[in-house]
Structure formats: structure tokens, C-alpha cells
């Protein structure tokens, strides 16, 4: 199957600064990318939705001046938690699907705990 | 509202049989996913249905019936390494996973 990355794979920040948290496909180009999060014994929460070239679609609940998402090209999109505080503290996972829309490849995530 | 509903937690002997039951509600259909995630890693895609029936994939297969709004996925001689939690998902009509909170399988030996 198709492989996607995550970077980092691990972050450790304090509250009030910002983490950016890269996704790219490597081996096919991504129209569309997802931003997963999820908490520790709970189900994955889809946080946005992100096309190229396109603004992110947030679902309800999910601040978008908080977790800005960048969608530059195919095969990258970045998410940045901005002003990170310990509620934050999550499994961060994003996913792409290619032109064949059957099927999301997910990245391995990364995990951030913020101090 | 859209729902997925699998069991909270199962418990199954080494070399056995397990089948993880998952029923949804759901605006529209477009395909249902079953993932395997061990903890602290992220989910890995095992199967995928669209049309009714049984998929075969070696120790593990999924079953369909779209009326129903019901698959099951099945593991055979089942090993330690498959204690992990199992994610039912449907494709939506616009071709969102809405998921479900997942099933922790506990293998015995």
C-alpha cells in the first residue's frame, strides 16, 4: 500500500508555544489529506479536512485560528497547534487518500504532550 | 445522526475464533473499513467492503450486508500478536470515515 509520514514522531513542548506537525505521501500525490486526533482509550476524532491548494473544512467543535492547517501541495500538508496548552496533549494522526477514493492511508502519528 | 456500534472489549483463547460485530447508521454508504490498532500506533487498514458477502484474507475475513447495516470481521487461530483494538468504519457519501470507538480484543493463551 501507499506510505505515508509523519514528522515529528514525538514532540514534548510547554504551553504557549506553537508545534508543527508535517504529513506527506510519499509515493502517490494526495487531493485530499485528514487530521486525526485521539485520546488515550477513545476512537480517532476527525479534526479537518484538508484539500490542496484549498482552505481546510474544520468540523464543529474544532478551533481553526488554533490548529491551522496548510495544504501547499499533493504531497504535503502541515498542521500547527498554535499556543499549545496541557488539554491539548493528544495522538495526532493524519491520512491521505489518493484519486482512488477507496481507501485513507494513515501516517504512523505523533504524539504530543505538552508540559 | 450517524452511529457506529461495536463491542467495548473482547476476550478470545489463543487458536481460536473471534467475530468482532459492527452495526451503523450512516448518511449514505460508500464502502465499510476494518483497521487494526495496536496501542500507541496508528491504525492499519485489513479490509474493505462495498458489496454484500464475505472477503477472505488469509486469517482474517470481513462480512457485509448492506440492509442490514451490519459487518463482522472474523480472526482465525487467533496469535498474542493480535491483542489490539479493531476499528469499524463507513465511508459516507462524501467519503468521510465516520468511525467507530473500536473493539479491544484480549487474547488468552
Known amino acids: 500500500g501507499a506510505v505515508v509520514s509523519q514528522h515529528p514522531s514525538r514532540v514534548i513542548c510547554k504551553s504557549g508555544t506553537s508545534v508543527k506537525i508535517e504529513c506527506r505521501s510519499l509515493d502517490f500525490q494526495a487531493t485530499t489529506m485528514f487530521w486525526y486526533r485521539q485520546f488515550p482509550k477513545q476512537s480517532l476524532m476527525l479534526m479537518a479536512t484538508?484539500?490542496?491548494?484549498?482552505?481546510?473544512?474544520?468540523e464543529q467543535g474544532v478551533e481553526k485560528d488554533k490548529f491551522l492547517i496548510n495544504h501547499a501541495s499533493l504531497t504535503l500538508s502541515t498542521l500547527t497547534v498554535t499556543s499549545a496548552h496541557p488539554e491539548d496533549s493528544s495522538f495526532y494522526i493524519c491520512?491521505?487518500?489518493?484519486?482512488?477514493?477507496?481507501?485513507?492511508?494513515f501516517g504512523p502519528g505523533t504524539r504530543l504532550t505538552v508540559l | 445522526g450517524q452511529n457506529i456500534d461495536q463491542p467495548t472489549e473482547m476476550t478470545a483463547t489463543e487458536g481460536a475464533i473471534v467475530q468482532i460485530n459492527c452495526t451503523y447508521q450512516t448518511s449514505g454508504f460508500n464502502g465499510l473499513f476494518w483497521y487494526q490498532q495496536h496501542a500507541g500506533e496508528a491504525p492499519t487498514f485489513l479490509s474493505y467492503?462495498?458489496l454484500d458477502g464475505l472477503e477472505e484474507k488469509g486469517r482474517f475475513s470481513s462480512f457485509l450486508s448492506r440492509s442490514k447495516g451490519y459487518s463482522y470481521l472474523l480472526l482465525k487461530e487467533l496469535q498474542m500478536k493480535d491483542s489490539a483494538s479493531y476499528l469499524c468504519?463507513?465511508?459516507?457519501?462524501?467519503?468521510?470515515?465516520?468511525w467507530g470507538a473500536g473493539t479491544k480484543l484480549i487474547i488468552k493463551p
Open positions: 484538508s484539500n490542496e491548494g484549498s482552505k481546510a473544512t474544520y
Open positions: 467492503n462495498v
Open positions: 491520512s491521505a487518500r489518493d484519486r482512488e477514493p477507496n481507501e485513507q492511508f
Open positions: 468504519a463507513v465511508q459516507d457519501s462524501n467519503y468521510q470515515l465516520i
